[in-house]
């Protein structure tokens, strides 16, 4: 049987209870200092935005949350786990529970569509039979409106195209907390107000906590309980969007014009 | 950071070794991706055996061609099977074969690994619970290891029908008589070694090929330069490792 996560979390109770805590994390690459001690919290239900300039270190945030890039120093607390201190095989069942999405989309390109989202659940969940497997693949690919492409080759789709495929094999997992990085970038502004309230649908049926990057304000509006300002590799301010968007401080302003 | 170029070279030198290190560690240890392994053998394996068939034939006709007239002059025509049987199989069949390998084989590895590496495939992997170093590099070292000493075989027979065609050319030499000299000649001393010295051809272009992709820097560009140099070393590391086991074959009298 797959876990159901719903069924064991109704929604709206459990609250404010930190599914993820992050403390004074830092990392630099050489003289690069990206992240200086970054702290932050995430609760059950949330789904946190992260605004930040290109190159401010949002990407390298979440791989370390995810365990592909080690913080030179500072907990990162997932579910439970400090994820730096982890083995392999630890490390393999947290990221069970949390699903990650590429800026790049990391689409296997060797692959189908439907390998492509066998995979994740081949790998973790070894005991599925096969008719499990399909359901869960079909699911998935209509949930994002792309059942026709099962068989298809991943080259063979466009971008947008790419980019649902890749949310679809993040969330077939059913993945407690998700990180999305740069979901709706280089979608046209329809597809990417679709992507958004998809992202929003999902959080609120499966009550998944999330942290988004995303410079896409319209997908902000849409999709953020909070947002998260990472400035100088610092959380720099965390707010709602009206309250950031009316801030005086210049910094912030910047990306709301 | 600059670095002289002796540095550099022993920088990488050092990480290639630890690199195939990781192979032993890691490879040996379930669990087993049997089914990549497989998926590997078909496309390094199979798909190179035309191209291996090919060129070992062409290199027993020419060969022959080549070496009779020299013979002729000795007066020792009859001799030509020996003679190109004992320079097919020990050396020329093998190290043909070996660099075409590290041409087909050794560029798409680092081409398929590197541009995996670059569009963040393999952290995709690494999320969705594998271990990218067995499920892509181990297989792939694995195959190449164990398929090239079976295409040298191959290359071996085909290339010693090539010079049975040759020697046909010009003169006349039965099949029966042809292939009773070649075995005449060959013996278990000719045969092992060669075929030994493979299994080194085979790991040293895969580990280089898998070495080069999955170190690759960012960008397309990088891509490029690792199918690239991932062919030079592993071409060159070719000739090395040929110098290494005749020297070897010398010191222990196997002659
Ligand atoms: N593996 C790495 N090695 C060295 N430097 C890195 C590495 N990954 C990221 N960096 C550096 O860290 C900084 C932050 O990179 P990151 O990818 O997190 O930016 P980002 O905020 O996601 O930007 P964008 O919005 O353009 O995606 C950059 O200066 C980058 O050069
Ligand atoms: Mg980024």
Redesign the interface.
Known sequence: MITQPEINRPIGQEHDVPVMQLRNVSKSFGTNDVLRDFSFDLNKGENVVVLGKSGSGKSVLIKCIIGLIKPDSGSINVLGKNIPELNNHELDKIRAKVGFLFQSNALYDSMTVRENLEFPLRRHKAKMTKTQIDELVVEALTNVGLAHTIDMRTSELSGGMKKRVALARTLILKPEIILYDEPTTGLDPITGKEISELMRELAKKYNTSAIIISHDLNCVRIVADSIVMLIDGKCYAQGKYEELQTSNDKKIQEFFI | MKQGVLMRFLNETGDITRFAGRFFKEAFKPRYEIGEFLRQCFFIGYKSLPLVAITAFIMGLVITIQSRPTLVEFGAEAWLPKMVSVSLVREIAPVITALICAGKIGSGIGA?LG??KV???I?????????PFKYLVATRIMTATLTIPILVVLADAVSLYGGYLGANIRGVVSWDLYWNQVFDTLAFSDVIPSILKTFFFGFAIGTIGCYKGYNSNKGTEGVGRSANSAVVISSLLVFILDLLAVQIIDLLNLT
């Open positions: 398929e541009s995996m569009t963040e495939q952290d995709a992997m690494e999320v969705s619970g594998t271990n």
